[in-house]
Nanobody
């Protein structure tokens, strides 16, 4: 089970941190990712991180503004979002999946179909 929290309303240029708590499986054996889905649009990749936490992967829209991290002792993955823009408004979902290599995470890991487990989502709204 994956449970997101921390979403909310923030002004453009502001920051927001969201988190996702996992239970029921060996957390460190799964890569974790964040996706987002604006109203009426498809679910898009934001960031992912390997099971060890050593290697993050970012979408171009997130690079330089968002930071993904994880604490395997707490079974939690985080997404720190800075310099938020109105176009970042979406429901943010965390996902868990297994990948054979870091390179596979960089390629297949950007697709929602590559992940087995999903949270229920948390709304992030950025006002202009």
């Amino acid at each position: 089970q994956l449970v997101e929290s921390g979403g909310g309303l923030v002004q453009a240029g502001g920051s927001l941190n969201i988190s996702c708590a996992a239970s029921g499986r060996p957390f460190s054996s799964y890569a974790m990712a964040w996706f987002r889905q604006p109203p009426g649009e498809e679910r898009d990749f934001v960031a992912a991180i390997t099971g060890s936490g050593a290697t993050p992967v970012y979408a171009g829209s997130a690079k330089g503004r968002f930071t993904i991290s994880r604490d395997n002792a707490k079974n939690t993955v985080y997404l720190e979002m800075d310099s938020l823009k109105p176009e970042d408004t979406a429901v943010y979902y965390c996902a868990a999946g297994r990948f054979t290599t870091t390179q596979t995470l960089r390629t297949a890991g950007v697709a929602p179909r590559s992940y087995t487990y999903w949270g229920q989502g948390t709304q992030v709204t950025v006002s202009s």
